[in-house]
C-alpha cells in the first residue's frame, strides 16, 4: 500500500491569503500547505478521500493516474470544492464512483447539479456514481473491503475510513468508543490536530495524544494543521516517539 499525502491543511491552507503570519511566510516547502486529502493505492484500488479547492494542483503533483473511488468524509467546501476536476479522469474513464454520507450526497447533488443531472446534461461536464456510506456497514471497492468509522466535528457527523491497516481521519472532535475499537493497533493512522489551542470542531495537540494512547497505532501522521500551530519543524520537536508532523507530498508505504 502507498499513502500519498495531497494536502495537510486547514480549511485556508498555508499560506493564509494575505496573511504576514511567520508560518505563511515561511520558505520551508513543508510549511506550505494545501487544502486536507489523501491517495491511497492498494494492489487493487487507487483511491482518493476528499477532493478540495486544490484537487487540479494536488493531482498534478501526485501524478495520480486513476481514481477508483472518491470518498468524502463530509460537506464542507475545503474537503469537497474541487469536484468539477474530476473530469479528466471521467474522460478517460467514465463515471466516477464516488462515496459519502446520504447527507453529503444531497449537498453535493445541489452544488454541482450539472454533474448529477441526467437529462439534457452538458456535453463537458463530468458524471459521478453514487454511493451511500451507512454507518457500521463495510462496503467494498473492487472486492476490497473499507470499514467507515463515524466521528463528530463539532455537531457535524463525519466519516473517517479504514483500508487494510491505514486509518484516515479528519476534521474530528469527539468520537463514541465503539468507533475506537474499529481502528485500534492499526499501522498507520492520519488523524487532524489543529493547533496547541483548544478549538471546537477539532482537536487540538493534548486532545489527538490522548485519543493516539486510546488508539494505540503503530504510527501517528498528524494533518489538516493551522499556521497557528506553528513551524512544521518546531510542531515536531513537540510530539513523542513514533507521531509524526505530515506535509504535503509526503510519501508512506506499507
Known amino acids: 500500500m502507498k499513502?500519498?499525502?495531497?494536502?495537510?491543511?486547514?480549511?485556508?491552507?498555508?499560506?493564509?491569503?494575505?496573511?504576514?503570519?511567520?508560518?505563511?511566510?515561511?520558505?520551508?516547502?513543508?510549511?506550505?500547505?494545501l487544502r486536507v486529502s489523501v491517495w491511497v493505492e492498494t494492489d487493487a484500488n487507487s483511491i482518493?478521500?476528499?477532493?478540495?479547492?486544490d484537487f487540479r494542483q494536488q493531482m498534478l503533483n501526485s501524478k495520480c493516474p486513476k481514481i477508483d473511488a472518491l470518498l468524502f468524509t463530509h460537506e464542507h467546501a475545503d474537503h469537497t470544492a474541487g469536484l468539477d476536476d474530476i473530469r479528466p479522469f471521467f474522460f478517460?474513464?467514465?463515471?466516477?464512483?464516488?462515496?459519502a454520507h446520504n447527507r453529503v450526497l444531497k449537498n453535493l447533488e445541489k452544488r454541482f447539479d450539472y454533474i448529477f443531472e441526467t437529462?439534457?446534461?452538458?456535453?463537458?461536464?463530468?458524471?459521478?456514481?453514487?454511493?451511500?456510506?451507512?454507518?457500521?456497514?463495510?462496503?467494498?471497492?473492487?472486492?476490497?473491503?473499507?470499514?467507515?468509522?463515524?466521528?463528530?466535528?463539532?455537531?457535524?457527523q463525519v466519516f473517517g475510513y479504514r483500508i487494510q491497516d491505514f486509518v484516515y481521519l479528519t476534521d474530528v472532535k469527539t468520537m463514541e468508543s465503539s468507533e475506537i475499537e474499529k481502528i485500534k493497533n492499526c499501522n498507520i493512522?492520519?488523524?487532524?490536530?489543529?493547533?496547541?489551542?483548544p478549538h471546537?470542531?477539532?482537536?487540538?495537540?493534548?486532545?489527538?495524544?490522548?485519543?493516539?494512547?486510546?488508539?494505540?497505532?503503530?504510527?501517528?501522521?498528524?494533518?489538516?494543521?493551522?499556521?497557528?500551530?506553528?513551524?512544521?519543524?518546531?510542531?515536531?520537536?513537540?510530539?513523542?516517539?513514533?507521531?509524526?508532523?505530515?506535509?504535503?507530498?509526503?510519501?508512506?508505504?506499507?
Request: aromatic letters at 8%.
Open 119 to 156: 437529462e439534457n446534461k452538458y456535453p463537458g461536464a463530468p458524471s459521478v456514481t453514487e454511493n451511500e456510506v451507512i454507518q457500521n456497514i463495510p462496503f467494498t471497492v473492487n472486492k476490497e473491503e473499507i470499514i467507515p468509522i463515524n466521528a463528530y466535528h463539532g455537531s457535524l
Open 189 to 197: 493512522l492520519v488523524v487532524n490536530c489543529l493547533r496547541e489551542e
Open 48 to 53: 482518493v478521500i476528499d477532493c478540495g479547492p
Open 3 to 33: 499513502i500519498y499525502f495531497l494536502g495537510t491543511g486547514t480549511s485556508q491552507g498555508i499560506p493564509v491569503i494575505g496573511s504576514h503570519h511567520s508560518v505563511c511566510l515561511s520558505t520551508d516547502k513543508k510549511d506550505n500547505r
Open 92 to 99: 478517460k474513464q467514465g463515471a466516477i464512483a464516488i462515496y
Open 200 to 254: 471546537a470542531t477539532h482537536f487540538n495537540l493534548e486532545e489527538v495524544l490522548h485519543f493516539i494512547s486510546l488508539v494505540q497505532p503503530k504510527t501517528t501522521y498528524l494533518t489538516h494543521i493551522s499556521h497557528l500551530f506553528g513551524f512544521h519543524e518546531e510542531i515536531q520537536k513537540k510530539l513523542p516517539e513514533n507521531v509524526f508532523v505530515a506535509y504535503d507530498n509526503l510519501e508512506l508505504t506499507i
